[in-house]
T-cell receptor
Framework: KQEVTQIPAALSVPEGENLVLNCSFT??????LQWFRQDPGKGLTSLLL?????REQTSGRLNASLDKSSGRSTLYIAASQPGDSATYLC??????????????FGRGTQLTVWP | ETGVTQTPRHLVMGMTNKKSLKCEQH?????TYWYKQSAKKPLELMFV???????ENNSVPSRFSPECPNSSHLFLHLHTLQPEDSALYLC???????????????????FGEGSRLTVL
């Protein structure tokens, strides 16, 4: 069964720092990997989607990389701001067998950026 | 209105009550999903509908009953729930569930804000 792990579980940094959030998954048979942001008590907002054939995706200050063979993804946040404070979740979509079409989520990294 | 909207945002119910959660998506998507988010657990897929047909039931207890009259509307009917069912219930949509062959995967998911359910 696919398992997704996110490290660290929580992160607190001063404004302006460049950040690295990590995601690892046990089964490399995936269609894609998505990074989401969730504000307290709210739904999830998709940030970046990386297809299994891609190595990275960028959107503004966010850059996500994918190493499918080693089961790892990294989300880089450049020049962090207090508005970046949220929980960041990664999810992978299985591409075969019992995992086909299913998204498997990590528990998230809770990020706090203080002024 | 755009995106995925869920009502009610908050719901408190007793174990003998019957209530329903509603989800509307205004994105023209064909696939809709119910997810459960409990404290300290990853998001759990509950149900998937593709073109009004239920394509997945992730071993969800029968006290949760989904309904999808059309691709724009999704309901989750609740009856005789347990306190451990208290959670944030999230609706999501995507263009399709598992895109036509050759394109691979489902693609981007769009989530609603969720319905916070408390069972007393």
């Amino acid at each position: 069964k696919q398992e997704v792990t996110q490290i660290p579980a929580a992160l607190s940094v001063p404004e302006g720092e460049n950040l690295v959030l990590n995601c690892s998954f046990t089964d490399s048979a995936i269609y894609n990997l998505q990074w989401f942001r969730q504000d307290p008590g709210k739904g999830l907002t998709s940030l970046l989607l990386i297809q299994s054939s891609q190595r990275e995706q960028t959107s503004g200050r966010l850059n996500a990389s994918l190493d499918k063979s080693s089961g790892r993804s990294t989300l880089y946040i450049a020049a962090s701001q207090p508005g970046d404070s949220a929980t960041y979740l990664c999810a992978v979509e299985g591409d075969r067998g019992s995992t086909l079409g299913r998204l498997y989520f990590g528990r998230g990294t809770q990020l706090t950026v203080w002024p | 209105e755009t995106g995925v909207t869920q009502t009610p945002r908050h719901l408190v119910m007793g174990m003998t009550n019957k209530k329903s959660l509603k989800c509307e998506q205004h994105l023209g998507h064909n696939a809709t999903y119910w997810y459960k988010q409990s404290a300290k657990k990853p998001l759990e897929l509950m149900f998937v509908y593709n073109f009004k047909e239920q394509t997945e039931n992730n071993s969800v207890p029968s006290r949760f009953s989904p309904e999808c009259p059309n691709s724009s509307h999704l309901f989750l009917h609740l009856h005789t729930l347990q306190p451990e069912d208290s959670a944030l219930y999230l609706c999501a949509s995507s263009q399709d569930h598992l895109r036509p062959s050759g394109r691979g995967g489902t693609g981007e998911l769009f989530f609603g804000e969720g319905s916070r359910l408390t069972v007393l």
